[in-house]
């Protein structure tokens, strides 16, 4: 898409959160599989950043509980510094007028290969038909992050870079090889 419409969508995406209820977000160092079974009724899983590290997301009071029961079994974790449960379905009342906001963008298909934080596999490859849809891109605002499969992905490529952007008290880490002309 263009930079004009990609940067209405930032807009008014920032517009329909910060219309929700505050939330919270927590870093809990388990595997998947090993925190899977302890999520309270409430808490998602946002984002599995590597095989021992995960992040969960929810109502703050809820997160708090799941905090202290899993640092009283020995589990590091750390509540990190959001105003909103990213990456939950505390997210979903702004599902719909978002999707409605996307489609009425004008969409094009990606001129670079990129991997979907949310599948971990590629979004648009070199003669490939795929491309974006408004649901495509509202799962991404959404849905469970797999930054770890991501990282796996392109690392399957002789050339690849991860960036991720975010603000720098948020992100601390990225991911880089020596890149060439795609």
Excluded: Y
Excluded at 140 to 169: D, I, P, Y
């Amino acid at each position: 898409m263009e930079l004009d419409e990609a940067l209405r969508l930032v807009a008014a995406r920032g517009r329909l959160m910060q219309g929700l209820p505050p939330g919270s977000m927590l870093s809990v160092r388990l595997s998947l599989e090993k925190l899977a079974g302890r999520l309270p009724q409430g808490a998602d899983l946002a984002a599995v950043n590597g095989p021992q590290l995960c992040v969960v997301a929810g109502p703050t009071d809820t997160l708090q509980r799941l905090s202290d029961d899993l640092a009283a079994d020995g589990t590091m974790c750390r509540m990190l510094h959001t105003s909103h449960a990213f990456h939950s379905s505390m997210m979903d009342p702004v599902v719909e007028p978002f999707l409605r906001s996307v489609e009425s963008a004008r969409l094009s298909s990606p001129r670079i290969p990129f991997v979907s934080t949310v599948t971990g596999d590629w979004i648009n490859l070199p003669r490939s038909p795929t491309l974006p849809t408004g649901q495509v891109i509202c799962a991404h605002r959404c849905s469970s992050r797999r930054l770890c499969r991501c990282c796996c992905k392109t690392a399957s490529r002789s050339w690849w870079s991860v960036v991720r952007v975010a603000r720098a008290s948020r992100s601390r880490t990225s991911t880089a090889r020596p890149t060439r002309a795609a």
